[in-house]
């Protein structure tokens, strides 16, 4: 354990200089001008949870559709990138730390970033309520529902990117795959063959999803899409795993 809290404070000392904080607020802040702009007076208001779901929907659509799944290949991709200069896993691999406790201190401090840009994106929501002058009572079950469910829905994602950030010295490579991954998910979101498997999408599904609403592919149980994201962390975190503690000091 104590391991374990070494390598993590090493982690973040990497970060504490470059220019990832800057990112982390980048989606909030962009969601909450979707939220401050969004005209709810020519909404559905039938909604189970009114002009919250309204504007939460109006935030999280492209949040969570693009952004998120996009912040989590960055972020993923930037705790591996000093390692991949000057022979830097070299050094860092042949010392006598677990190669297990390194992944997931690296992998924590992707997960990390990933919670504190929800929190973010929450606090964006309570700002843009208020400006919009929503009031009665705050419908935490949506909101803690929709952000911890985005941030689950990202794990398997950071830990799939974590791999191939591992394996490919290039920092632009994983990040142009993780990208041209995301950008289907305006097509495939809809759909209800797909959209259920596709891991990139999970982030959205999680977000929006409100139970008794009809929104696409949303209406899925939301047992569902826990099966989903659950099974795909289980195999990109072992893939994951296997490699990075068969890899060479290269």
Not at 23 to 35: D, H, N, Q
Not at 75 to 86: D, I, K, L, N
Not at 159 to 178: E, K, R, T, Y
């Amino acid at each position: 354990m104590a391991s374990f809290l070494r390598l993590l404070a090493s982690e973040r000392l990497k970060l504490s200089k470059s220019y990832i904080w800057l990112l982390v607020p980048l989606s909030p802040l962009l969601s909450l001008a979707i939220g401050l702009l969004v005209s709810l007076d020519t909404m559905d208001t039938t909604w189970k949870y009114g002009n919250y779901a309204i504007l939460v929907t109006a935030m999280a659509s492209f949040h969570a559709m693009l952004f998120l799944p996009v912040l989590t290949g960055i972020f993923s991709a930037f705790v591996c990138r000093y390692e991949h200069g000057g022979g830097g896993w070299k050094m860092l691999l042949s010392l006598p730390v677990s190669r297990t406790a390194l992944f997931f201190a690296k992998f924590t401090v992707v997960a990390s970033l990933l919670a504190v840009t929800q929190l973010l994106f929450l606090a964006a929501v309570f700002v843009a309520a208020a400006y919009q002058g929503i009031d009665g009572t705050i419908p935490w079950r949506l909101l803690l529902t929709g952000i911890g469910g985005g941030f689950l829905a990202c794990l398997p994602l950071a830990a799939l990117q974590m791999l191939v950030s591992v394996g490919w010295s290039s920092f632009a490579a994983p990040l142009a795959i993780n990208v041209a991954l995301t950008v289907p998910n305006m097509l495939i979101i809809n759909s209800k063959t797909f959209g259920p498997l596709y891991p990139w999408a999970q982030p959205m599904l999680a977000m929006l999803w409100y139970g008794e609403e009809d929104f696409g592919s949303l209406a899925l149980p939301m047992e569902n899409i826990v099966i989903t994201i659950l099974g795909s962390f289980a195999v990109f975190l072992a893939a994951g795993l296997l490699y990075f503690n068969r890899k060479e000091q290269a």
